[in-house]
């Protein structure tokens, strides 16, 4: 922990910049060293200049304190760029941050196949449609399904991912702490609990517009490919994947219709070579090989109709449910079974109470929890917490 320290000082110093860091750090070895060397050694990094040698004499380390006592306080955790965990993938970009701040468990991403899913904050029905629908493939075909958390088709993406019970991971613009948009806090939440949240910004830091393309190198530096559901013809997906290509990295799109202004970024993409999407495994089949022991075909499922952006549309009328009916009534799965008769009808119950209650794997019962919330059978409260509204006859 007192080493972290200096890591926060280094991350956090104003004046420099990631490349600067990254010279420190390949100069001196450690951000201890770069805290104790004098201007003169500082001088003789590589690219550094004396305005940046010169911020470097601020050796505060208040700020540092404070923030490891914000993590402490917020249950994350700090990955350096010197860390074994911190992924191999990432680190090969051309600008890896030093550091980052983790809420959940972090998958082991250079034996992942990971895809980065983007588009548009202003998507049409059709492109959340989309997102779910892929979100959901590529989960339950093993990959891990990556977002930048905005509205539209990030959320719809990692919805799906999570309604598969997959794993998914979400990148923030932000601190952890801050949920942006605020509508999202809920995913948040369910993410950090199947996956993981990750942001190069410490707890407390306010979304800024200019943290969202800078965020966007770990969407596609994490990922072995880049997914673009839906954008118009200038959107941040397409910054994605852009970057994406510089990294080497495989750029894949949805088509849209030729008069659509959402889908025109897309269509474009794949004119210009980008790989055609229809279903999860138009994608995943590039990596079914790489990745033997992840990747399955058979399991590449649609989202259930019942449970898609779609139905939800065409709801006209709230589902009548009986106040008790049978598990066969209700074509309830053993999962969804076990939690409903964990819950209670008047005291709400936390996610991680019925997790430990039950036994049941975390993104099983998370997964399990979103169905019967869909089918009007369980309320979900303030706090991820949860009460029944029917009971199960015996």
């Known amino acids: 922990m007192s080493a972290l320290k200096y890591w926060l000082w280094l991350a956090e110093l104003r004046g420099l910049n990631n490349q600067t860091r990254l010279a420190l750090l390949r100069h001196f070895g450690t951000p201890e060293d770069v805290f104790y060397a004098d201007t003169g050694e500082l001088l003789l990094t590589e690219g550094i200049t004396r305005e940046q040698a010169l911020a470097l004499e601020n050796r505060d380390l208040s700020a540092a304190d404070a923030i490891l006592a914000d993590c402490q306080r917020l249950n994350q955790r700090i990955l350096t760029i010197q860390d074994a965990e911190y992924p191999g993938r990432l680190k090969n970009i051309y600008d890896p941050p030093c550091l980052l701040y983790i809420r959940g468990h972090l998958p082991s991403f250079d034996e992942e196949a990971a895809v980065a899913v983007v588009g548009t904050r202003g998507c049409t029905p059709y492109g959340v449609a989309c997102a779910e629908r892929l979100g959901y493939g590529l989960a339950s075909a093993g990959a891990v399904v990556v977002s930048g958390l905005a509205r539209g088709i990030d959320a719809a993406a990692s919805r799906g991912a999570l309604l598969a019970g997959g794993i998914a991971v979400g990148v923030a613009g932000c601190g952890l702490d801050v949920y942006y948009p605020a509508e999202n806090r809920g995913l948040y939440e369910d993410i950090a609990a199947a996956g993981a949240l990750l942001s190069e910004y410490p707890p407390g830091a306010r979304p800024d517009g200019r943290h969202f393309p800078v965020r966007n190198r770990i969407l596609s530096g994490l990922s072995v490919a880049t997914l673009v559901v839906e954008a118009p013809e200038r959107s941040g997906a397409l910054i994605t994947a852009g970057t994406a290509l510089e990294q080497g990295r495989d750029v894949f799109a949805v088509p849209g219709p030729i008069d659509a202004p959402a889908s025109a970024g897309c269509n474009r993409l794949i004119q210009e070579g980008a790989g055609l999407v229809t279903e999860a495994w138009d994608l995943l089949r590039e990596y079914a090989e790489r990745f033997p022991a992840k990747l399955h075909r058979e399991e590449a499922r649609e989202i259930p109709r019942t449970l898609g952006y779609q139905a939800r549309q065409k709801k006209e009328e709230p589902r009548l449910v009986p106040p008790s009916a049978s598990a066969a009534e209700l074509g309830l799965t053993d999962d969804q079974i076990v939690l409903l008769r964990l819950l209670d009808a008047e005291e709400p119950a936390l996610v991680d109470d019925l997790i430990e209650q039950s036994g049941i794997p975390t993104r099983r019962v998370l997964s399990a929890l979103t ?24």
């Open 371 to 394: 169905v019967l919330e869909v089918d009007d059978l369980i309320r979900q409260h303030s706090g991820k917490r949860y009460t029944r509204i029917v009971s199960l006859k015996e």
